[in-house]
């Protein structure tokens, strides 16, 4: 077993909870008298995020290991498995409408993903030395733009849009991501 195969353990395990997590409310989630579609539609994003972040994970194969990027490369999926304990609450059956809950949380869940987008900018820089201009950093770019949008107004029309929006992230972010380790060869 080579370092990368064993530290992987650790950063597939933590991407596996927080899928956990969100398949363990999403059933509570579409319930129809407490379901709220913008609710759904991020335990749908956020699952698809931890599989394009599981798949890109490959970039980081050949690294110099330590322990710092070792943390460096964790802190992606403990914010994924954060965002999902935001979205998702211990006992998902005693939530009585996904709306409240969806705008109790905003707030939380929309600054994790400003945190997010900042961890991935810095993580792709130091770490796998992305240059600055390079397609793949308008992704964090749309994830602040976004987080900073759900963050700042609790207007149902404009967290309408925003699913809609992460979905294009996401679809362009699948695009650029497509091969596995595509990040490394930058």
Partial sequence: ?????????????????????????????????????VHVSWLWL????????FWQHWSTHALEWTFLTF???????????????????DEPRRVESWRDHYFAARRQFFGGLCAWAVLMLTNTTLLLGVPLLHPSRAIPAGLMIVGL??????????????PIAVLTIALFAAAILLQPGSLASV
């Fill in 71 to 89: 943390v460096m490369n964790l802190a992606g999926p403990g914010v994924i498995y954060f965002l999902a304990c935001t979205i998702v609450p």
């Fill in 149 to 162: 949008s759900g963050f700042s107004t609790d207007r149902p029309v404009v967290h309408a849009v925003i």
């Fill in 46 to 53: 956020m699952l698809f995020s931890a599989l394009l972040l």
């Fill in 1 to 37: 077993m080579t370092l990368f195969e064993y530290l992987a353990i650790a950063y597939a395990l933590l991407l596996s909870l927080a899928a956990v997590r969100l398949l363990n409310g999403l059933s509570h989630a579409m319930s129809p008298p407490r379901r709220y579609w």
